[in-house]
Structure formats: C-alpha cells, structure tokens
C-alpha cells in the first residue's frame, strides 16, 4: 500500500494475544462488519501487518478463491516465516492444489461419517462415565475432568494410541496451542533454541515428543497394520510413493492437536453457555429438541478457532479493500459467526436455531474441517446423555481463558451438574 492510500483498518491490533485472554473483541468484530468487513491490522512489533477479515461474505470469497488466497505460506500463525520455515513446518492445512487434495484424501474416509460410526458406542459409554461419576459431585473443573477427556479418549481409538498415552497427548495439545500462555510454560524446553522453533509445526518443541511416539505407532503398523487412522497413515502413498517422515509426523501431529483441541473447547463453551442460559437447556430437555441443532449452535457460539490465515498470491479487491500480491489475509470465523446478515440474533444463544450457516469449521473452500463429522458426533451425544440425567448445570466460579490469538481455548471452567 502507498502512503496515499486511505485504507480501512482495525481499531485494535488483532495480533495481541492479551487482547483475546482478556475477551473476545465482539464489539469491534461488529463495528467492522457494518464499517470494514475487510480491514487492515497494523502490526507493530516487527511482523508485517495483515488483511482482517470480518465479514461472512467475504470469509466464504477467500476461503472459496485458493489461486488467490494460498495456504502455503502459513496458516495458523499471524507472523513471518521464511520459505524454509513453511516447508519444515507444512502440515495439510498449508497445502494447496495439487498437493492437498490427495493428502487430504490419505485419511478422508477414516474421517467421513461412515468411518466414524464405529466409535459411536465408544463415545457414548466414556460420556456416561463422565457424567455418571461428576453429576451431584458438587463443583468441579468442567475442562480438566470433562471437556479434555472425551475428545481424548476418542482421538486415541480413532488414531490408534494406546489409552496408557492420552496424558501425554493432552500435555503436548496443550504446550502447543497454549505457546503465548505463561500457565503452559515448560521449563524442560526453555532453553531450545529460537531459529530451531520456527522451524517446528506450531513452533513448539513438543512437537518433537509427539513425533517419537507417531514413529514408534508407524513402525508397528507397517508390520501389523490396525484398523485405525495412523495404520493408514503409515502405508499411505501419494504419486507413488511412501509419505516422507516430514509428511509423516506433520500430518499425525496436526491430527493429535486438531482432534483434540476444537472439540475440547467447544464442549467448554457449550457448557457454560447452557449454564447462562438454562431456559434454553429446559427447552432442550422439555421438547425434545434437536440435538443435532443443538450442536451446530454449540460450534457457532464457540467458534474455537478465531481465525485461519492465507497470503494473497496477486493484488485483489475484496470489500473494499486493495489486496496487494504477497498481503497476508486472516479470515475470523468468530466474527463471520456473528454476522447479523446471516443469523438472526447472532448474539443471542439459541438451542434450536435453524438456520445456522456457522463457520466454525470452515467455509466455501477445500479446506473444510476433517474432522468436523467427529467433533459434532461428540459433542450431540454428549448432548443427549446429559439431557436423560442433568437437570441443570451452574457455573461455579470464573472461567480462566486461554492467552492465545488463534484458538479460542478454555483452561478451567468450575461448574456443577445437578441430577435430572
């Protein structure tokens, strides 16, 4: 952009993690939405600034134009990494055509509805368990004893990961999503080096940790293939060939965190939501609501992932805004959720809204959640159990929020469920 150039922009710098511990921006999201669907943050601590994306039109117009808009160059992060920090750290959310579509289709199945229909009985038995063993209990840490468990639980049958390793699996989910958090700040990695991080899926050593034991699996499941997504993992080609190690361990690794995270705090937010609005949960249980509307208005108020990033490969007009090639363009999910053009009483919780075009896993593009079938059979069978036993849920003190600006995460959530 040239210094002549009236450009809108944020009045906050979407950048600062504080800013979303703190609370989410709703009412700048809005201000946007009517003013600057399309807006640019300024960034003043040496990264370059970006395109904030505000509005659901224009989040499904860059989400659905991938010669444009690119995932190659980064999508989680809002900083700079060079060439040789994007290809160290690829995963399949920052692949493009032609490479993503046959990456994406190694796992497809395992992930359709279809192919999680097996866990069904699982995952209703584990929420029983947790319900059965926390209801009248009296006050507890809905995200430590609930909300982590029966994500876990299932990404470990569904993966293929012995039960004896989810704690590892939550620690790792949580040192590398929670990276700018001082709670998640382990000693044990203080000292690696800076140039080497950024050369790290997420930028965190733990992943090297989660690496091993992905390995460990492969090897295993090449001689004695499972019925579970790392046995097909580890035998899988594309054009070919074997998937690299690099390949390998990228994809296992944004399969342990996405799988777990995203639904993990959802389940939080749902909770709480139900908590402050236990009209909607008598409704819920009284009429036999949907469950399945139930959960699609548990992701939309959630919207667990704030935003996905991508770099403008030539100088575009969006909204208003002159994109210019190599701009980086954040579309926020958690604004485009709340967009009164598309939800009636976006800010209000509705546990039967029908009309529900919510973003959370995505929107209008090839990159649509994975595991989006899993995460949403999660939490309405969760949904279910707890309408048959769970009279009310109370919140029972502050919920701590995760200092992050890209997930929208929950560390603790004290609550009560009293019995039906």
Known sequence: MTAQETIPTTRLDLSDAGIWHRAVPYEEFARMRREAPVAWNERHDGHKGFWAVAGHEAIIAVSADTETYSSRHGVIS???????????????????????????????????????SHLETAIRAKAVSLLEGLIDAGPFDAVSLLSKQLPISTLCSLLGVPAARQEDMIRWSDLLIGSDDPDFLDPAYADFPEDERRMLP????????????????????????????????????????????????????????????TTRHSISHGLKALADNPGEWARFRADAL???????????WASPVFFVRRVAMRDAHLMGANIRAGDKVAMYFISGNRDEAYFDQPDRFIIDRAQNPHMAFGKGGPHYCLGNH????????LLEEMALRVARIEVEGPMDRLRSNHVHGVKSLPISLHSA
């Open 78 to 116: 809002l900083d700079d990494f060079d060439s040789a920090q994007n290809d160290a750290r690829r995963t399949l959310l920052e692949m493009d055509a032609p490479q993503h579509a046959p990456m994406r289709k190694i796992t497809f199945s395992g992930f359709s509805p279809k192919g999680i």
């Open 202 to 261: 997420f930028g965190h050593p733990a992943s090297l940790d989660a690496f091993a034991m992905g390995r460990e699996l492969a090897e295993a499941r090449r001689i004695s293939p499972q019925n579970d997504v790392v046995s097909v993992l580890a035998n899988a080609t594309v054009d070919g060939r074997p998937l690299t190690d690099n390949e390998f361990c990228n994809y296992f690794l944004m399969l342990v965190v996405a799988g777990n995270e």
């Open 290 to 300: 949907n469950p399945r509307l139930a959960t699609g208005e548990i992701v939309r």
């Open 374 to 381: 899993v995460a949403q059979l999660q939490i309405r069978i």
